[in-house]
């Protein structure tokens, strides 16, 4: 089994940057793929961007593309989002999710964090 804590969340203005972490428990997170996900008040979960086991393939939304980037360090059991130039849209709850493949469905992931809540200004 997998716990995730997300952490890195705040408030910050339009154009600014946040860097979010989630902390991975045990041994086999390198097997893992991991995601990023966020939940907007009244809407549905949406995906954000996916990085793989190994060699480190990602996947972005087009809303994020160009201004997000996903990484991990399989030493510190550890998956980062790097979020630049956020916009107002960008507000929601922010989750990591492990799974084994790094795809785009909430379905193909087994272990959630808590999230962390992220808000952008105007």
């Known amino acids: 089994q997998v716990q995730l804590v997300e952490s890195g969340g705040g408030l910050v203005q339009a154009g600014g940057s946040l860097r979010l972490s989630c902390a991975a428990s045990?041994?086999?997170?390198?097997?893992?793929?991991a995601g990023w996900f966020r939940q907007a008040p009244g809407k549905e979960r949406e995906f954000v961007a996916a990085i793989s086991r190994s060699v480190g393939t990602t996947i972005y939304s087009d809303s994020v593309k160009g201004r997000f980037t996903i990484s991990r360090d399989n030493a510190k059991t550890t998956v980062y989002l790097q979020m630049n130039s956020l916009e107002p849209e960008d507000t929601a709850v922010y989750y990591c999710?492990?799974?084994?493949?790094?795809?785009?469905?909430?379905?193909?992931?087994?272990?959630w964090g808590q999230g962390t809540q992220v808000t952008v200004s105007s």
């Open positions: 045990g041994r086999t997170f390198s097997r893992y793929a």
């Open positions: 999710a492990t799974g084994s493949y790094a795809t785009l469905l909430t379905t193909d992931y087994d272990y």
